[in-house]
Nanobody, 126 residues
Protein backbone atom coordinates (compact mmCIF):
# COMPACT_ATOMS: atom_id res chain seq x y z
CA UNK A 1 0.00 0.00 0.00
CA UNK A 2 1.30 3.43 -0.95
CA UNK A 3 1.66 5.66 2.05
CA UNK A 4 2.96 9.12 2.83
CA UNK A 5 3.02 9.80 6.54
CA UNK A 6 3.69 13.28 7.89
CA UNK A 7 4.82 14.19 11.36
CA UNK A 8 6.31 17.09 13.26
CA UNK A 9 3.45 19.54 13.32
CA UNK A 10 2.40 21.35 16.43
CA UNK A 11 1.67 24.65 18.09
CA UNK A 12 4.41 27.27 18.23
CA UNK A 13 4.69 30.97 18.85
CA UNK A 14 5.45 33.38 16.04
CA UNK A 15 9.17 33.38 15.35
CA UNK A 16 9.55 29.76 16.38
CA UNK A 17 10.56 26.72 14.37
CA UNK A 18 9.25 23.30 13.45
CA UNK A 19 10.62 20.48 11.33
CA UNK A 20 8.12 18.41 9.41
CA UNK A 21 8.91 14.90 8.23
CA UNK A 22 7.35 12.90 5.42
CA UNK A 23 8.08 9.20 5.19
CA UNK A 24 6.99 7.23 2.14
CA UNK A 25 6.43 3.54 1.60
CA UNK A 26 4.98 1.25 -1.05
CA UNK A 27 6.53 3.08 -4.00
CA UNK A 28 9.91 4.02 -5.46
CA UNK A 29 10.53 6.95 -3.18
CA UNK A 30 13.92 7.76 -4.72
CA UNK A 31 12.32 8.28 -8.14
CA UNK A 32 9.63 10.69 -6.99
CA UNK A 33 9.61 14.41 -6.52
CA UNK A 34 8.38 15.13 -3.02
CA UNK A 35 6.67 18.32 -1.98
CA UNK A 36 4.61 20.05 0.63
CA UNK A 37 1.27 21.75 0.14
CA UNK A 38 -0.70 23.49 2.82
CA UNK A 39 -4.40 24.05 3.30
CA UNK A 40 -5.92 26.58 5.66
CA UNK A 41 -9.62 27.31 6.19
CA UNK A 42 -10.79 30.03 3.85
CA UNK A 43 -7.65 29.91 1.75
CA UNK A 44 -6.71 28.18 -1.46
CA UNK A 45 -4.35 25.25 -1.33
CA UNK A 46 -0.81 26.53 -1.65
CA UNK A 47 2.31 24.77 -2.82
CA UNK A 48 4.94 25.39 -0.16
CA UNK A 49 8.01 23.60 -1.44
CA UNK A 50 9.20 20.73 -3.60
CA UNK A 51 12.41 18.77 -4.07
CA UNK A 52 13.21 16.81 -7.21
CA UNK A 53 14.14 13.14 -7.32
CA UNK A 54 17.31 13.20 -9.38
CA UNK A 55 19.25 16.42 -9.01
CA UNK A 56 17.91 17.69 -5.72
CA UNK A 57 16.53 20.90 -7.18
CA UNK A 58 14.39 22.75 -4.69
CA UNK A 59 11.49 25.11 -5.17
CA UNK A 60 9.70 27.39 -2.73
CA UNK A 61 6.67 29.59 -2.59
CA UNK A 62 7.55 33.27 -2.39
CA UNK A 63 5.83 33.43 0.97
CA UNK A 64 8.31 31.02 2.58
CA UNK A 65 11.57 31.75 0.77
CA UNK A 66 14.38 32.39 3.20
CA UNK A 67 12.47 30.81 6.07
CA UNK A 68 11.78 27.20 5.01
CA UNK A 69 14.24 24.59 3.77
CA UNK A 70 13.33 21.28 2.14
CA UNK A 71 15.68 18.30 2.10
CA UNK A 72 15.53 14.57 1.54
CA UNK A 73 17.19 11.46 2.92
CA UNK A 74 16.45 8.70 0.43
CA UNK A 75 18.06 6.07 2.65
CA UNK A 76 15.23 6.74 5.09
CA UNK A 77 12.55 7.39 2.46
CA UNK A 78 12.05 10.70 4.18
CA UNK A 79 11.74 14.35 3.21
CA UNK A 80 12.01 17.15 5.72
CA UNK A 81 10.70 20.68 5.80
CA UNK A 82 12.56 22.88 8.23
CA UNK A 83 10.38 25.87 9.05
CA UNK A 84 11.97 28.85 10.77
CA UNK A 85 10.71 32.31 11.65
CA UNK A 86 7.16 31.02 11.60
CA UNK A 87 4.32 33.47 11.15
CA UNK A 88 0.63 33.16 12.03
CA UNK A 89 -0.17 33.00 8.32
CA UNK A 90 1.80 29.75 8.14
CA UNK A 91 -0.98 28.09 10.13
CA UNK A 92 -2.41 25.26 8.03
CA UNK A 93 -2.56 21.54 7.54
CA UNK A 94 0.61 20.57 5.71
CA UNK A 95 0.37 17.68 3.26
CA UNK A 96 3.25 15.72 1.83
CA UNK A 97 2.89 14.97 -1.90
CA UNK A 98 4.76 12.76 -4.37
CA UNK A 99 4.95 12.48 -8.15
CA UNK A 100 7.23 10.66 -10.62
CA UNK A 101 7.35 13.60 -13.02
CA UNK A 102 10.34 15.88 -12.61
CA UNK A 103 9.19 19.29 -11.45
CA UNK A 104 10.32 22.53 -13.03
CA UNK A 105 10.51 26.04 -11.67
CA UNK A 106 7.53 26.91 -13.83
CA UNK A 107 5.25 24.03 -12.88
CA UNK A 108 6.12 22.45 -9.54
CA UNK A 109 3.26 24.19 -7.75
CA UNK A 110 0.72 23.33 -10.45
CA UNK A 111 1.41 19.63 -10.94
CA UNK A 112 -1.16 16.98 -10.10
CA UNK A 113 0.78 14.95 -7.60
CA UNK A 114 -0.06 11.24 -7.62
CA UNK A 115 0.14 10.67 -3.88
CA UNK A 116 -0.99 12.75 -0.93
CA UNK A 117 -0.47 12.22 2.76
CA UNK A 118 -3.08 12.78 5.44
CA UNK A 119 -1.44 15.95 6.67
CA UNK A 120 -0.02 17.36 9.87
CA UNK A 121 -1.35 20.45 11.61
CA UNK A 122 0.86 23.50 12.08
CA UNK A 123 -0.48 26.30 14.24
CA UNK A 124 1.42 29.52 14.86
CA UNK A 125 0.19 31.87 17.54
CA UNK A 126 0.80 35.60 17.52
Amino acid sequence: EVQLVESGGGLVQAGGSLRLSCTGSGFAFDDFAIGWFRQAPGKEREGVSCISAYDGSTYYAESVKGRFTISRDNAKNTVYLQMNSLKPEDTAVYHCVADPVSPLRSNWNHMSYDYWGQGTQVAVSS
